[in-house]
């Protein structure tokens, strides 16, 4: 009923309103005793964010990742609120969240074969004692937030507990894990005939990489650029290695160029942006293509248009180019980073999502 009167409120205020897809908001939490961490994920239109945490209280601040401390146990159903104030959309999205006095409960990122483990442990303290079974017949650990290398792909039925004899909380978890194996993997931007490849491989770092452009072109580099002579469609191939240099994957897709010439009638001297990684947590490598050498000014603004990274001016010699920015401070959310070069811009998406 609390929902419906917001969004009723909101129609009042705007009165073009039609409830539709155009605007969407989602979001994931995480607890830390009575206190949940929210993180909101919205569509790019999206302009006011509105959260009703259940519990009679709502934040109107447009905090895209807020954290609510609840006065005790029980079911809550909180919502996310989104709309637009500049377009006729608006959208809801509610989850209802179970907070025991004594719970535990776990996230996990997986790389390959390594998986690192995060445990929460609601209504515990300091004092508490945490265990890891990782199902694959290895010794139990006992830390909170464990690295694990699981002996080969599957699915592993992970458990986590803990007890406090503290506040007497004990209580334990165990869910089915996959791990997968080595993969190949890449998307590629076409900047008219210089085409920048990035790698999303399962090894990573610790790969050996082998490309074929299908021009009669090849690299190494984990993520290559090519420049094309003639316009077409060619079919790129990579063919990915383990860090022993023993098979892991292969792939091929087909992509369509235009030639580099085109640029010069464009008389655009920036390519768009591409990110990496994203999401991010720490930092997040530009990369772009610049023509000819000119300055260029990068800034970073949030979902309200806010700037988080003040422009600055540098100037960049013609071919590619790296920056990285560092995310470590950002709360999580949606971002983008803007390039200006001589009255032109370029603009992309960058998602920050900090580990727990």
């Known amino acids: 009923m609390k929902l419906i009167r917001t969004l009723l409120f909101i129609s009042l205020l705007f009165p073009a309103f039609r409830l539709s897809a155009q605007c969407g908001g989602d979001f994931t939490w995480t607890f830390s005793g009575s206190t949940v961490s929210f993180t909101g994920m919205v569509t790019l239109n999206t302009t ?19 954290t609510h401390t609840y006065a005790g146990p029980g079911p809550y159903t909180a919502c996310i609120i989104v709309y637009d104030s500049l377009q006729p959309c608006a959208d809801s999205t509610c989850h209802t969240i179970v907070l025991d006095s004594c719970a535990a409960s776990f996230t996990s990122s997986i790389t390959g074969t390594t998986g690192n483990f995060y445990g929460f442990a609601s209504g515990g303290s300091p004092n508490s004692v945490y265990v890891w079974n990782f199902g694959d017949s290895s010794p139990s650990v ?28 004990d209580d334990s978890i165990c869910m089915p894990v996959t791990v997968g194996g080595c993969n190949a993997d890449f998307t590629w931007i076409d900047s008219l005939g210089y085409v920048f490849f990035i790698n999303n491989s399962s090894p990573g770092n610790a790969g050996v990489y ?13 993520h290559p650029s090519n420049q094309y002579a003639n316009s077409g469609t060619y079919m790129v191939c990579l063919t990915v290695l383990d860090s022993n ?4 994957d292969s792939t091929c897709q087909f ?45 970073v603004y949030d979902i309200a248009g806010r700037e988080v990274v ?36 370029v603009k992309s998406k960058l998602i920050v999502s900090h580990q727990q």
């Open 310 to 345: 003040a422009s600055v001016n540098n100037q960049f010699s013609a071919g590619k180019q790296q920056v990285v920015i560092n995310t470590q401070d950002f709360a999580p959310g949606i971002y983008f980073v803007q390039i200006n070069v001589n009255g032109q811009s």
């Open 210 to 222: 082998f490309w074929d452009f299908g021009d009669g072109n090849f690299s190494s580099q984990q």
């Open 142 to 169: 006992y830390t909170q937030n464990p690295t694990h290398t699981f002996p080969g792909p599957g699915i592993y039925n992970v458990c986590f507990a803990y007890y406090d004899l503290v506040t007497n909380c």
């Open 245 to 248: 240099q023993n098979f892991c």
């Open 255 to 299: 992509i369509t160029t235009f030639p580099v010439a085109g640029m010069e009638e464009n008389n655009f001297n920036i390519s768009s942006i591409a990110l990496s990684p994203n999401p991010s947590d720490a930092s997040a490598t530009c990369s772009f293509f610049m023509r000819e050498s000119a300055q260029a000014a990068i800034s």
């Open 48 to 66: 006011n964010v509105v959260w009703e945490f259940g519990d009679g209280n709502f934040d109107y601040s447009n905090n895209i990742a807020p």
